[in-house]
């Protein structure tokens, strides 16, 4: 595992230079689902620093079981409302928030807990029925109703790209998030920041950084086959 994780960093630094952008812009998130808890511990003994999980459950377990260790715990997949109160104990960073409801069940156990949680909006950039996400036209109207919220503070952008096996087609909508952040900037909205772009996964990360991801979500290039 090490190797493998070298060489994605490598391929990360790479593409970073190859684009005049600094390798520590981009920040390489593990995504763990379905990997048990021991080979996750070896990821973190490798170097990683940051986890991601899809699901609650799985989640939960390793990252008690792993409490000892110092790791950035995201979540990446679908969040049901009703998980709100789970999530905000266990992530440090929430990617998929597309609706009020959810942020406002967020917003409502991170106060109960006394912490500010931070989120990422995800934006169906195509507009795919079998993807969650709001579309790019109603993303500045909710960051300005989830602006209002005591404990949330908004980070970025995150999306899922059709899959298609050329990283080349998926570039436009990479390009597309990045345009929708430049334009939430020139909004100016209160209490809103737009320092994340979550892009990219193992079979086009280095598309997604050169239109600028800072966050890249890589599983099966570090972790080899799901389990």
Request: hydrophobic share 40%; net charge positive; glycine share 6%.
């Amino acid at each position: 595992m090490k190797n493998r994780l070298e060489r994605v960093k490598e391929r990360i630094k790479e593409t970073a230079i190859a684009c005049n952008r600094p390798v520590k812009s981009i920040r390489l998130v593990a995504v763990s689902k379905t990997m048990p808890a021991e080979v996750v511990r070896e990821a973190i003994e490798a170097g990683v620093t940051d986890l991601g999980e899809n699901y609650i459950q799985e989640a939960k377990e390793k990252v008690h079981a792993l409490a000892t260790y110092p790791a950035t715990w995201h979540f990446i997949g679908h969040l049901q409302s009703n998980k709100a109160k789970y999530a905000v104990r266990l992530f440090d960073l929430i990617h998929s928030v597309d609706s009020l409801k959810l942020a406002k069940e967020l917003d409502k156990f991170a106060g109960k807990i006394d912490k500010i949680q931070s989120i990422l909006i995800q934006v169906n950039v195509a507009r795919e029925d079998s993807k969650s996400g709001v579309y790019v036209e109603g993303t500045v109207q909710l960051l300005r109703e989830i602006s209002r919220l005591e404990n949330i503070s908004v980070k970025g952008l995150m999306t899922m790209p059709p899959y298609f096996n050329a990283p080349e087609k998926v570039r436009p909508f990479f390009a597309a998030l990045r345009e929708l952040r430049d334009q939430i900037i020139k909004e100016a909205i209160p209490n809103v920041s737009m320092d994340e772009l979550s892009m990219g996964m193992t079979g086009d990360f280095e598309a997604a950084i050169e239109e600028g991801a800072t966050m890249v979500r890589i599983g099966t290039a570090i972790f080899g086959g799901r389990r």
